[in-house]
């Protein structure tokens, strides 16, 4: 056996997807960092060990524009590229691989933490050092940092330095919470064992186990629905131990979970039910139990279902979720109820640092499934790309309170400022702050562009191709239409024409449907593309105007106008409805069009860049989770996204639009809320060779040490497809492929800087061998992976380096 000791800046123990992105972000800030991590791979529940799937924000496509971004971003649009088809071990080399990426990180696999030291009295511990062995090695190691981060979920370590905890449903009446207990109790989410099945082509008996669980002596056959085709997550309601303590019964429970896998199989294999099941076999079941709860602790702000409900804008919020508020029934499998009661919110909601740190523990933060919520809001913020963004945020806060010898608490209260400049500048999970970083000298820039699409439509041409015929397109602008390239490419303004793609369609108005779209700097009427009545007189159709409550949410919450427009028989024919709306700022709308059987909207094959097609739910419609029933009265539920994907009706706005210019690329949001916050340029005639340029131009020369560029690999796509979801594309086609970033010299030529070649990534940070004195930095792109137009949410520009060089995105 042997004894060592270590020292690191910051101790972040737990390898699941928190613990992970806490230890990237922690070191790409230039901290040492040691990731310790009791089983052989990273990822948690996550791996392939495991093999939950990793769902968030997006709700499984619910939430509009909700995808994360930052490390947990990074994770999922690298595994779709290397791994389309959600192989688990595949997932499992993504992961180490993001972790091996980051020189500043020493990672300890097979290391289970058992001991901590801890000093203080209980109102005011300081954690010193925490010990654990490494497994197969006999290797004893004490671990040494300035802050720890408990990631391990089931909260051990912070249960060792003396941390405040609970465990257990708090009683309704302390937090005001309708779906908590009258009375307190111990009840907790139970723990699943999963399994996958393989056809193999020809017949395969199965001889079930001794211990198999015989279940027509449960109430599984009459409350649950076993299926063929189902594998992995369709089975997460395999649920038990709620009733027990998860962690000291874990044996006792997984031995349960065991034998209903093999009972449920020995069912679907030998019951004679399944006929289709003869030449299936089992290729994988679990051996680990995923834990869903135990130990939350608490911090400064306590979350809780009406901070979730309400999306309280915390001003300490430091991501994102959107997962519904999702309990379960303490008896798990074996309850008579449903095996989920869920709860969405009409868009995502916010999470404050408060939640993320001991409140008696001075250096100790927490991210996953044990931060500092009540029962009924873990629920909502238990699933694994959300704990991936708390580990990201914890990380950070964690390293800025190294490096300004910080608490936790003071930079809770005290220098919020630079945690969310932090956060921004590494294109982190969080939603509703703009760039106010002083550094970026893009604010202070003069943003200029090639082109910008200044006009929201959706034509269907005659040709199935875009319509030639634009009202208002290319029409030279004042604001760059000098040719500094001396190649003909003035600056110009371009139309949001979007071709049709597959053809265009009738869609019959048997639903209400609507139109997300941005406001900026007004809306005064919207055309329509309806097909009319076969025959007899013609129609009335009614349009309205909402909006949608908050700049996070995409469905109608507040009616602001209401017009009918009438349509002629035949057609399809352009009808026009006034809805004039002059907002203050710039916001989406949802033009809603009522059900009126007998019309069609014209439905094409290709989206228009900002604007998404909704339909309202309709009797026979699939549910949003299969085999959850739904609660009644959840708009975000009522109005779906998901079957229109990369769609939208014909359409033509006005006036112009400025949603789309050069300067929403410079110190505003970098992503879409409330508009698409994004520089797009004009409809590109061939992606592959896009000639487009954006511009930041100063008035007194700038010394430039480091350029950022946060690109649109369109947030709104769900990419979870370690179950049963498929994403067509290895990389999103809005992200940019070839660009150059380039400085104008003193003589008014263009020197490049950087060139990169199949960029695959959204955040790219391009460190420069030496500053580089320049008045103008041009970013050119010069293809896309297929869009039609070149996205850029944000082009930057720093005097001094950013955290320390390192990750997949830096160059």
Known sequence: MREEHVEHDITVVGGGLAGTCAAIAAARLGLRVALVQNRPVLGGNASSEVRVWVCGATAHGVHRFARETGIMGELYTENQYRNPEGNPYYWDQVVLDAVLAEPLIDLYLDTDVREAEASGPPGDRTVRSCTGWMTGSERRITFRARQFLDCTGDGLLGALAGARHRVGREARAEYDEPWAPEEADGALLGSTLLFHTKDLGHPVKYVAP?????????????NRVLRTGDNGCDYWWIEWGGALDTVHDNARIRDELRAVVAGVWDHIKNSGEFPDAASLTLEWTGAVPGKREYRRFLGDHVLTQRDILAQRPFPDRVAFGGWSIDLHPVEGMYAEEPGARQRHTDGVFHIPLRSLYSANVRNLFFAGRNISASHVAFGATRVMATCATL??????????????????????????????????????????????????????????????????????????????????????????????????????????????????????????????????????????????????????????????????????????????????????????????????????????????????????????????????????????????????????????????????????????????????????????????????????????????????????????????????????????????????????????????????????????????????????????????????????????????????????AFAERGGAPGGPGTV
């Not at 001794?210 to 009459?222: E, I, Q």
């Not at 604010?443 to 090639?450: D, F």
């Open 210 to 222: 001794a211990y198999a669980k015989d279940l027509s002596t449960t109430p599984l056959l009459r």
């Open 391 to 796: 580990g990201e945020a914890a990380g950070t806060a964690a390293a800025l309170c190294v490096r300004e010898r910080l608490t936790p608490r003071e930079l809770a209260h005290d220098h919020l400022g630079l945690l969310r400049r932090a956060l921004l500048r590494q294109d982190a999970s969080v939603l509703g702050l703009a760039d106010e970083d002083p550094a970026n000298l893009a604010r202070a820039a003069r943003v200029t562009a090639s082109s910008y699409q200044n006009a929201l439509r959706a034509e269907p041409g005659r040709d199935g191709s875009a319509d030639p015929e634009t009202d208002g397109s290319a029409d030279p602008g004042t604001d760059g239409s000098a040719d500094p390239d001396g190649d003909g490419s003035a600056a110009h303004r371009a139309d949001a024409t979007a071709s049709p793609g597959a053809g265009a369609e009738p869609y019959p108005l048997t639903r209400d449907v609507g139109l997300l779209l941005p406001v900026d700097p007004a809306l005064d009427a919207i055309d329509l593309h309806v097909h009319g009545p076969a025959s007899g007189p013609a129609r009335e159709l009614t349009v309205e105007l909402w909006g949608t409550g908050r700049p996070e949410n995409a469905v109608p919450a507040t009616h602001l106008a209401t017009t009918t427009v009438r349509v002629p028989p035949g057609g399809p024919h352009w009808v026009t409805a006034a809805l004039p709306h002059h907002p203050a700022a710039p916001e989406n709308v949802v033009v809603l069009v009522r059900a009126c059987p007998g019309l069609a909207l014209t439905l094409l094959g290709e989206r228009t860049d900002g604007v998404l097609a909704l339909r309202r739910r309709a009797e026979g419609d699939p549910a949003v989770n299969h085999d959850i029933p739904e609660e009644a009265a959840q708009p975000v539920l009522e109005w779906e996204a998901r079957a229109l994907r990369r769609r939208s009706f014909a359409f033509r706005a006005r006036p112009a639009t400025r949603a789309f210019a050069p300067e929403r690329a410079a110190g505003g949001h970098q992503r879409p809320y409330g508009g698409p916050n994004l520089w797009s340029s004009a409809r590109l005639a061939d992606p592959a060779h896009a000639g487009e340029w954006l511009e930041l131009e100063w008035a007194r020369e700038q010394d430039i040490a480091e350029v950022r560029l946060v690109l649109d690999d369109d947030v709104d796509e769900y990419l979870n497809n370690l179950h049963r979801h498929r994403t067509p594309f290895a990389v999103m086609p809005e992200l940019l492929r070839d660009y150059r970033v380039q400085a104008r010299a003193a003589d008014g030529s263009w020197r490049t800087l950087v060139t990169v070649r199949d960029n695959r990534r959204r955040h790219r940070v391009h460190h420069l061998p030496a500053p580089v004195r320049t008045r103008a930095l041009r970013l050119r792109v010069d293809a896309t992976h297929g869009a039609p137009h070149a996205h850029v949410h944000a082009f930057k």
